[in-house]
Protein backbone atom coordinates (compact mmCIF):
# COMPACT_ATOMS: atom_id res chain seq x y z
CA UNK A 1 0.00 0.00 0.00
CA UNK A 2 0.87 3.45 -0.39
CA UNK A 3 1.26 5.22 2.98
CA UNK A 4 2.38 8.30 4.43
CA UNK A 5 3.55 9.40 7.55
CA UNK A 6 3.11 12.73 9.24
CA UNK A 7 5.42 13.73 11.99
CA UNK A 8 8.25 11.49 12.21
CA UNK A 9 9.70 11.63 15.78
CA UNK A 10 9.71 8.64 17.91
CA UNK A 11 6.36 7.44 16.64
CA UNK A 12 6.55 8.23 12.85
CA UNK A 13 9.99 7.53 12.48
CA UNK A 14 9.81 3.91 13.77
CA UNK A 15 6.23 3.83 12.14
CA UNK A 16 7.23 4.87 8.81
CA UNK A 17 10.22 2.41 8.53
CA UNK A 18 8.49 -0.84 9.91
CA UNK A 19 5.81 -0.14 7.46
CA UNK A 20 8.31 0.01 4.82
CA UNK A 21 9.85 -3.31 6.37
CA UNK A 22 6.84 -5.28 5.83
CA UNK A 23 6.35 -4.26 1.94
CA UNK A 24 4.63 -1.00 2.06
CA UNK A 25 5.95 2.71 0.20
CA UNK A 26 6.11 4.80 2.64
CA UNK A 27 6.75 8.69 3.01
CA UNK A 28 7.62 10.34 6.10
CA UNK A 29 6.95 13.95 6.49
CA UNK A 30 8.50 16.28 9.09
CA UNK A 31 9.12 20.08 9.37
CA UNK A 32 12.65 19.56 10.57
CA UNK A 33 14.80 19.89 7.79
CA UNK A 34 17.55 18.26 9.69
CA UNK A 35 15.59 15.46 10.96
CA UNK A 36 14.69 15.13 7.23
CA UNK A 37 18.15 14.80 5.82
CA UNK A 38 19.21 12.42 8.64
CA UNK A 39 16.77 9.81 8.22
CA UNK A 40 17.07 10.20 4.21
CA UNK A 41 20.62 9.02 5.43
CA UNK A 42 19.36 6.06 6.86
CA UNK A 43 20.64 7.31 10.63
CA UNK A 44 18.21 7.32 13.46
CA UNK A 45 17.99 10.74 14.97
CA UNK A 46 17.92 9.41 18.41
CA UNK A 47 18.67 6.44 20.06
CA UNK A 48 16.47 3.15 19.26
CA UNK A 49 18.02 -0.54 18.73
CA UNK A 50 17.27 -1.75 15.40
CA UNK A 51 15.70 1.33 14.22
CA UNK A 52 19.29 2.09 11.55
CA UNK A 53 18.58 -1.33 10.37
CA UNK A 54 15.24 -0.72 9.11
CA UNK A 55 15.96 2.96 8.05
CA UNK A 56 18.55 1.76 5.60
CA UNK A 57 17.30 -1.39 4.57
CA UNK A 58 14.03 1.31 3.27
CA UNK A 59 16.26 3.19 2.00
CA UNK A 60 17.88 0.71 -0.42
CA UNK A 61 14.46 -1.10 -1.57
CA UNK A 62 13.41 2.36 -2.41
CA UNK A 63 10.31 1.62 -0.40
CA UNK A 64 11.12 4.56 2.02
CA UNK A 65 11.68 8.06 1.26
CA UNK A 66 11.32 11.21 4.16
CA UNK A 67 10.37 14.76 3.02
CA UNK A 68 9.73 18.53 4.26
CA UNK A 69 6.89 18.71 1.36
CA UNK A 70 3.60 17.70 2.02
CA UNK A 71 2.63 17.46 -1.72
CA UNK A 72 4.70 13.98 -1.58
CA UNK A 73 1.55 12.50 0.06
CA UNK A 74 -0.41 12.92 -2.79
CA UNK A 75 -0.40 9.64 -4.07
CA UNK A 76 -0.79 7.63 -0.49
CA UNK A 77 -4.49 6.85 0.24
CA UNK A 78 -3.20 5.97 4.25
CA UNK A 79 -2.35 8.42 6.20
CA UNK A 80 -0.73 8.17 9.71
CA UNK A 81 -0.59 11.37 11.69
CA UNK A 82 2.23 10.99 14.21
CA UNK A 83 3.13 13.87 15.62
CA UNK A 84 4.09 15.20 19.49
CA UNK A 85 1.21 16.49 22.25
CA UNK A 86 3.22 17.41 24.49
CA UNK A 87 2.14 19.28 28.26
CA UNK A 88 1.36 22.89 27.23
CA UNK A 89 3.76 25.30 29.03
CA UNK A 90 1.53 26.71 31.39
CA UNK A 91 -1.21 23.84 31.84
CA UNK A 92 -1.61 20.26 32.60
CA UNK A 93 -3.29 19.92 29.07
CA UNK A 94 -1.35 18.71 25.77
CA UNK A 95 -0.57 21.11 22.91
CA UNK A 96 -2.57 20.21 20.11
CA UNK A 97 -0.74 23.22 17.52
CA UNK A 98 1.08 19.74 15.87
CA UNK A 99 -2.03 18.09 15.63
CA UNK A 100 -3.89 21.12 14.60
CA UNK A 101 -1.24 22.18 11.83
CA UNK A 102 -0.31 18.38 10.67
CA UNK A 103 -4.42 17.98 9.97
CA UNK A 104 -4.49 21.29 8.22
CA UNK A 105 -1.00 20.91 5.86
CA UNK A 106 -2.86 17.61 5.29
CA UNK A 107 -6.30 18.82 3.84
CA UNK A 108 -5.16 20.06 0.63
CA UNK A 109 -4.10 16.76 -0.84
CA UNK A 110 -6.75 14.46 0.64
CA UNK A 111 -8.97 12.29 -2.24
CA UNK A 112 -12.37 11.19 -1.90
CA UNK A 113 -11.59 7.62 -0.14
CA UNK A 114 -8.42 8.39 1.40
CA UNK A 115 -8.33 7.21 5.06
CA UNK A 116 -6.52 9.75 7.93
CA UNK A 117 -5.07 7.13 10.91
CA UNK A 118 -4.40 9.18 13.90
CA UNK A 119 -1.73 8.00 16.20
CA UNK A 120 -0.92 10.53 18.35
CA UNK A 121 -1.91 10.53 21.59
CA UNK A 122 -4.76 13.01 22.26
CA UNK A 123 -7.32 13.98 24.77
CA UNK A 124 -10.84 12.32 24.43
CA UNK A 125 -12.86 14.28 21.39
CA UNK A 126 -9.67 15.10 19.37
CA UNK A 127 -11.00 13.11 16.72
CA UNK A 128 -14.19 13.70 16.45
CA UNK A 129 -14.09 17.60 16.60
CA UNK A 130 -11.63 16.88 13.72
CA UNK A 131 -13.31 14.21 11.43
CA UNK A 132 -15.94 17.79 9.81
CA UNK A 133 -12.58 19.05 8.47
CA UNK A 134 -11.38 15.79 7.11
CA UNK A 135 -14.70 14.17 5.52
CA UNK A 136 -15.14 17.66 3.61
CA UNK A 137 -12.78 15.91 1.14
CA UNK A 138 -14.35 12.65 1.01
CA UNK A 139 -11.65 11.15 3.20
CA UNK A 140 -12.09 9.34 6.67
CA UNK A 141 -10.51 9.90 10.38
CA UNK A 142 -9.95 7.35 12.22
CA UNK A 143 -8.09 6.57 15.59
CA UNK A 144 -5.45 4.35 15.46
CA UNK A 145 -3.58 4.80 19.17
CA UNK A 146 0.05 3.37 19.13
CA UNK A 147 1.79 0.99 22.49
CA UNK A 148 5.40 1.51 21.90
CA UNK A 149 7.89 1.39 24.47
CA UNK A 150 11.28 3.30 23.70
CA UNK A 151 13.66 1.14 23.93
CA UNK A 152 11.60 -1.60 22.07
CA UNK A 153 9.83 0.41 19.89
CA UNK A 154 10.56 -1.31 16.23
CA UNK A 155 9.63 -4.82 18.17
CA UNK A 156 6.42 -2.97 19.45
CA UNK A 157 5.62 -1.83 16.36
CA UNK A 158 6.17 -4.92 14.11
CA UNK A 159 4.71 -7.35 16.71
CA UNK A 160 2.58 -5.10 19.04
CA UNK A 161 0.29 -7.21 21.23
CA UNK A 162 -2.83 -5.55 20.38
CA UNK A 163 -4.00 -3.21 17.28
CA UNK A 164 -6.89 -0.99 18.03
CA UNK A 165 -8.85 1.30 15.70
CA UNK A 166 -11.38 3.69 16.36
CA UNK A 167 -13.62 4.00 13.49
CA UNK A 168 -16.60 6.43 12.94
CA UNK A 169 -20.08 4.57 11.46
CA UNK A 170 -20.90 3.72 8.24
CA UNK A 171 -19.39 2.89 4.95
CA UNK A 172 -16.00 5.14 5.42
CA UNK A 173 -15.55 3.36 8.64
CA UNK A 174 -15.62 -0.04 7.44
CA UNK A 175 -13.72 0.83 4.68
CA UNK A 176 -11.18 2.44 6.84
CA UNK A 177 -10.94 -0.78 8.75
CA UNK A 178 -10.63 -2.69 6.08
CA UNK A 179 -7.16 -0.72 4.85
CA UNK A 180 -5.89 -0.97 8.17
CA UNK A 181 -6.17 -4.24 8.44
CA UNK A 182 -4.22 -4.74 4.79
CA UNK A 183 -1.58 -2.30 6.52
CA UNK A 184 -1.39 -4.40 9.50
CA UNK A 185 -1.37 -7.70 7.42
CA UNK A 186 1.58 -9.54 8.99
CA UNK A 187 0.34 -8.65 12.62
CA UNK A 188 -3.30 -9.60 11.88
CA UNK A 189 -2.34 -12.68 10.17
CA UNK A 190 -0.14 -13.84 13.16
CA UNK A 191 -3.28 -13.80 14.91
CA UNK A 192 -2.74 -10.10 16.67
CA UNK A 193 -5.99 -9.00 18.44
CA UNK A 194 -8.02 -6.52 16.26
CA UNK A 195 -10.25 -4.39 18.28
CA UNK A 196 -12.72 -2.41 16.55
CA UNK A 197 -13.94 0.73 18.66
CA UNK A 198 -15.52 4.15 18.37
CA UNK A 199 -13.36 6.87 17.79
CA UNK A 200 -13.71 8.29 21.68
CA UNK A 201 -13.09 4.74 22.99
CA UNK A 202 -10.10 4.59 20.91
CA UNK A 203 -8.38 7.68 22.42
CA UNK A 204 -9.21 6.41 26.24
CA UNK A 205 -7.95 2.96 25.47
CA UNK A 206 -4.09 4.95 24.89
CA UNK A 207 -4.53 7.11 27.88
CA UNK A 208 -6.22 4.90 30.49
CA UNK A 209 -3.72 2.15 29.27
CA UNK A 210 -0.70 4.75 29.99
CA UNK A 211 -2.73 5.71 33.46
CA UNK A 212 -2.94 3.05 34.69
CA UNK A 213 0.53 2.02 33.82
CA UNK A 214 1.62 5.36 36.18
CA UNK A 215 -1.00 4.06 38.54
CA UNK A 216 0.90 0.72 39.26
CA UNK A 217 4.39 2.40 39.84
CA UNK A 218 3.43 4.80 41.98
CA UNK A 219 1.25 2.37 44.02
CA UNK A 220 4.50 0.46 44.05
CA UNK A 221 6.36 3.76 45.33
CA UNK A 222 3.68 4.53 47.35
CA UNK A 223 4.13 0.82 49.91
CA UNK A 224 7.97 1.70 49.15
CA UNK A 225 7.02 5.04 51.49
CA UNK A 226 5.45 2.86 54.08
CA UNK A 227 8.18 -0.05 53.64
CA UNK A 228 10.57 3.38 54.67
CA UNK A 229 9.11 3.83 58.41
CA UNK A 230 8.40 0.19 58.62
CA UNK A 231 11.70 -1.37 58.34
CA UNK A 232 9.97 -3.28 55.07
CA UNK A 233 11.65 -4.60 51.73
CA UNK A 234 9.42 -3.08 49.21
CA UNK A 235 11.42 -5.23 46.72
CA UNK A 236 10.27 -8.59 48.30
CA UNK A 237 7.13 -6.92 48.94
CA UNK A 238 6.03 -6.35 44.81
CA UNK A 239 7.80 -9.77 44.24
CA UNK A 240 5.60 -11.47 46.47
CA UNK A 241 1.99 -9.79 45.22
CA UNK A 242 3.51 -10.06 41.44
CA UNK A 243 3.17 -14.07 41.95
CA UNK A 244 -0.86 -13.59 42.20
CA UNK A 245 -1.33 -13.22 38.47
CA UNK A 246 -3.95 -10.83 38.68
CA UNK A 247 -1.51 -7.85 40.27
CA UNK A 248 1.52 -9.54 38.31
CA UNK A 249 5.27 -8.94 38.36
CA UNK A 250 5.39 -6.02 35.38
CA UNK A 251 5.60 -2.36 36.52
CA UNK A 252 6.13 -3.46 40.30
CA UNK A 253 9.64 -1.70 40.14
CA UNK A 254 10.18 0.85 43.04
CA UNK A 255 12.48 3.61 42.89
CA UNK A 256 12.54 7.08 41.97
CA UNK A 257 9.62 6.53 39.52
CA UNK A 258 8.69 7.43 36.41
CA UNK A 259 9.67 9.88 33.77
CA UNK A 260 10.14 10.21 29.87
CA UNK A 261 8.06 12.24 27.30
CA UNK A 262 4.75 9.29 27.44
CA UNK A 263 3.47 8.62 31.29
CA UNK A 264 3.50 11.93 32.79
CA UNK A 265 1.99 14.13 30.26
CA UNK A 266 -0.12 11.86 29.60
CA UNK A 267 -1.76 11.61 32.96
CA UNK A 268 -1.66 15.25 33.29
CA UNK A 269 -3.55 15.94 29.89
CA UNK A 270 -6.29 13.01 31.00
CA UNK A 271 -6.46 15.16 34.17
CA UNK A 272 -7.29 18.01 32.43
CA UNK A 273 -9.60 17.00 30.20
CA UNK A 274 -11.54 15.05 33.20
CA UNK A 275 -11.76 18.27 34.14
CA UNK A 276 -12.94 20.06 30.83
CA UNK A 277 -15.97 17.24 31.00
CA UNK A 278 -17.25 17.93 34.32
CA UNK A 279 -15.26 14.77 35.52
CA UNK A 280 -12.65 15.86 37.16
CA UNK A 281 -13.37 13.69 40.17
CA UNK A 282 -13.09 10.56 38.55
CA UNK A 283 -9.15 10.53 37.98
CA UNK A 284 -8.07 12.76 41.13
CA UNK A 285 -6.35 9.86 42.03
CA UNK A 286 -4.22 10.63 38.93
CA UNK A 287 -2.72 13.39 40.91
CA UNK A 288 -1.78 11.70 43.43
CA UNK A 289 -0.07 9.32 41.29
CA UNK A 290 1.88 12.34 40.08
CA UNK A 291 2.58 13.33 43.63
CA UNK A 292 3.78 10.47 44.66
CA UNK A 293 6.40 10.12 41.80
CA UNK A 294 7.08 13.26 42.10
CA UNK A 295 8.32 12.47 46.04
CA UNK A 296 10.22 10.16 45.01
CA UNK A 297 12.93 12.24 43.49
CA UNK A 298 12.91 14.08 46.60
CA UNK A 299 13.54 10.69 49.03
CA UNK A 300 16.45 10.28 46.65
CA UNK A 301 17.78 13.67 47.25
CA UNK A 302 17.73 13.09 50.91
CA UNK A 303 19.24 9.55 50.93
CA UNK A 304 22.41 11.22 49.50
CA UNK A 305 22.25 13.95 52.17
CA UNK A 306 21.79 11.34 54.87
CA UNK A 307 24.69 9.18 53.71
CA UNK A 308 26.54 12.28 53.37
CA UNK A 309 26.28 13.29 57.07
CA UNK A 310 23.76 15.74 56.47
CA UNK A 311 25.11 18.17 53.68
CA UNK A 312 26.36 17.38 50.10
CA UNK A 313 27.72 20.67 49.69
CA UNK A 314 31.37 20.60 47.76
CA UNK A 315 30.92 16.91 47.79
CA UNK A 316 31.79 14.46 44.99
CA UNK A 317 28.31 12.99 43.70
CA UNK A 318 28.69 10.81 40.81
CA UNK A 319 25.05 10.11 39.42
CA UNK A 320 25.01 6.83 37.03
CA UNK A 321 22.01 7.43 34.39
CA UNK A 322 20.42 10.81 32.90
CA UNK A 323 18.08 8.59 30.55
CA UNK A 324 14.93 8.60 31.44
CA UNK A 325 15.21 5.00 31.63
CA UNK A 326 17.88 2.47 30.11
CA UNK A 327 18.06 1.66 26.19
CA UNK A 328 17.28 5.47 25.26
CA UNK A 329 18.65 8.65 25.35
CA UNK A 330 15.72 10.35 26.27
CA UNK A 331 16.15 12.66 29.02
CA UNK A 332 12.14 14.17 28.89
CA UNK A 333 10.78 14.42 32.47
CA UNK A 334 13.81 12.51 33.59
CA UNK A 335 14.11 11.33 37.15
CA UNK A 336 17.49 10.82 36.81
CA UNK A 337 18.57 14.34 35.61
CA UNK A 338 16.43 15.99 38.15
CA UNK A 339 18.08 14.15 40.94
CA UNK A 340 21.38 15.36 39.62
CA UNK A 341 19.80 18.70 39.10
CA UNK A 342 18.65 19.49 42.61
CA UNK A 343 22.04 17.61 44.53
CA UNK A 344 24.08 20.43 42.00
CA UNK A 345 21.21 22.93 43.80
CA UNK A 346 22.21 21.73 46.89
CA UNK A 347 25.71 22.24 46.43
CA UNK A 348 27.45 19.27 45.32
CA UNK A 349 30.27 18.88 43.05
CA UNK A 350 27.52 16.69 40.87
CA UNK A 351 28.94 14.37 37.76
CA UNK A 352 27.03 12.73 35.53
CA UNK A 353 27.60 9.93 33.63
CA UNK A 354 25.01 7.86 30.92
CA UNK A 355 26.46 5.57 28.16
CA UNK A 356 23.70 7.63 25.19
CA UNK A 357 21.86 10.69 26.81
CA UNK A 358 24.66 12.70 27.79
CA UNK A 359 24.66 15.00 24.69
CA UNK A 360 20.72 15.84 25.26
CA UNK A 361 21.70 15.87 29.47
CA UNK A 362 24.22 18.41 28.36
CA UNK A 363 22.04 20.89 25.93
CA UNK A 364 19.44 20.89 28.77
CA UNK A 365 21.65 21.23 31.77
CA UNK A 366 24.48 22.69 30.78
CA UNK A 367 25.32 24.01 34.51
CA UNK A 368 26.62 20.08 35.46
CA UNK A 369 29.70 18.21 34.62
CA UNK A 370 29.43 15.24 32.17
CA UNK A 371 31.97 12.57 31.99
CA UNK A 372 31.64 9.62 29.07
CA UNK A 373 33.28 6.33 30.61
CA UNK A 374 31.86 5.11 33.89
CA UNK A 375 34.87 4.65 35.46
CA UNK A 376 36.56 7.96 34.97
CA UNK A 377 33.40 9.75 36.49
CA UNK A 378 33.23 7.55 39.49
CA UNK A 379 36.86 8.34 40.30
CA UNK A 380 36.93 10.36 44.17
CA UNK A 381 33.32 10.09 43.85
CA UNK A 382 32.36 10.49 47.72
CA UNK A 383 29.01 9.32 46.79
CA UNK A 384 26.94 7.14 43.56
CA UNK A 385 23.73 7.64 43.08
CA UNK A 386 21.94 4.76 40.68
CA UNK A 387 19.48 6.70 38.70
CA UNK A 388 19.16 5.06 35.50
CA UNK A 389 19.37 0.84 35.63
CA UNK A 390 21.65 0.60 32.47
CA UNK A 391 23.44 -2.78 32.93
CA UNK A 392 26.84 -1.69 33.37
CA UNK A 393 26.08 0.77 35.90
CA UNK A 394 24.07 -2.89 37.75
CA UNK A 395 25.14 -5.76 36.82
CA UNK A 396 28.88 -4.89 35.26
CA UNK A 397 29.78 -3.21 38.32
CA UNK A 398 31.33 -5.15 41.41
CA UNK A 399 31.61 -3.15 44.46
CA UNK A 400 35.15 -4.08 44.86
CA UNK A 401 35.52 -2.40 41.28
CA UNK A 402 33.59 0.83 42.51
CA UNK A 403 35.79 0.55 45.70
CA UNK A 404 39.28 0.80 43.79
CA UNK A 405 38.54 3.92 42.06
CA UNK A 406 37.47 6.28 45.31
CA UNK A 407 37.36 6.68 48.68
CA UNK A 408 33.94 7.08 49.25
CA UNK A 409 31.76 4.39 50.49
CA UNK A 410 28.01 5.55 50.04
CA UNK A 411 26.12 4.05 47.44
CA UNK A 412 22.13 5.50 46.92
CA UNK A 413 20.27 2.81 44.70
CA UNK A 414 17.78 4.93 42.72
CA UNK A 415 16.10 2.16 41.61
CA UNK A 416 17.01 -0.61 43.75
CA UNK A 417 19.32 -2.59 41.01
CA UNK A 418 22.02 -3.18 43.02
CA UNK A 419 22.93 -6.04 45.49
CA UNK A 420 22.69 -4.57 48.46
CA UNK A 421 23.90 -7.73 50.41
CA UNK A 422 27.39 -7.57 48.16
CA UNK A 423 27.87 -3.74 48.43
CA UNK A 424 27.70 -3.77 52.25
CA UNK A 425 29.74 -6.78 52.40
CA UNK A 426 32.19 -4.81 50.18
CA UNK A 427 32.20 -1.76 53.07
CA UNK A 428 29.96 0.14 51.72
CA UNK A 429 26.56 2.16 53.19
CA UNK A 430 23.74 1.31 50.77
CA UNK A 431 20.48 2.95 50.82
CA UNK A 432 18.30 1.71 48.75
CA UNK A 433 14.09 2.74 48.12
CA UNK A 434 11.80 1.21 50.42
CA UNK A 435 14.39 -0.78 51.68
CA UNK A 436 16.19 -1.25 54.73
C1 LIG B 1 5.24 4.17 27.93
C2 LIG B 1 4.34 2.92 27.94
O1 LIG B 1 4.98 1.87 28.66
C3 LIG B 1 4.05 2.46 26.51
O2 LIG B 1 3.16 1.36 26.54
C4 LIG B 1 3.43 3.63 25.74
O3 LIG B 1 3.15 3.27 24.40
C5 LIG B 1 4.39 4.81 25.75
O4 LIG B 1 4.64 5.19 27.12
C6 LIG B 1 3.76 5.93 24.98
O5 LIG B 1 2.75 6.47 25.44
O6 LIG B 1 4.20 6.22 23.87
P1 LIG B 1 7.87 4.56 27.67
O7 LIG B 1 7.59 6.00 27.99
O8 LIG B 1 8.75 4.22 26.54
O9 LIG B 1 6.49 3.79 27.37
O10 LIG B 1 8.51 3.97 28.97
P2 LIG B 1 8.18 2.83 30.05
O11 LIG B 1 8.94 1.62 29.74
O12 LIG B 1 6.72 2.71 30.26
O13 LIG B 1 8.82 3.50 31.35
C7 LIG B 1 8.30 4.73 31.84
C8 LIG B 1 8.99 5.14 33.12
O14 LIG B 1 8.56 4.34 34.20
C9 LIG B 1 10.52 5.05 33.10
O15 LIG B 1 11.04 6.22 33.69
C10 LIG B 1 10.79 3.83 33.94
O16 LIG B 1 12.04 3.89 34.56
C11 LIG B 1 9.66 3.89 34.94
N1 LIG B 1 9.30 2.58 35.55
C12 LIG B 1 8.83 1.59 34.77
C13 LIG B 1 9.39 2.41 36.92
O17 LIG B 1 9.80 3.32 37.67
N2 LIG B 1 9.03 1.21 37.46
C14 LIG B 1 8.57 0.19 36.71
O18 LIG B 1 8.24 -0.87 37.28
C15 LIG B 1 8.47 0.38 35.32
Not at 32 to 39: E, G, H, P, S
Not at 218 to 240: P, Q
Not at 342 to 347: A, D, E, F, M
Request: contains cysteine; proline residues 4%.
Amino acid sequence: MKISVIGCGYLGAVHAAAMASIGHDVVGVDVDQRKVATLSQGHAPFFEPGLEDLLRAGRESGRLSFTTDMAEVVNASVHFIAVGTPQQRDSYAADLTFVDAAIDALLPFLKEGDIVAGKSTVPVGTATRLSGQVESTGATLVWNPEFLREGWAVKDTLEPDRLVVGVPDGAGGERAERALREVYGPAVKSGTPFLVTDLATAELVKVSANAFLATKISFINAMAEIAEVTGADVSKLAEAIGYDERIGRQFLKAGIGFGGGCLPKDIRAFSARAEELGRGESVAFLRQVDEINLRRRDRAVQLVVDGLGGSVFEKNVTVLGAAFKPHSDDIRDSPALDVAVRLHGLGANVTVTDPAAIENARRIHPQLTYVEGRDEAIRDADALVLVTEWDEYRRQLPPEHASSLTDGRVVVDGRNGLDAAAWRAAGWSYYGMGRP
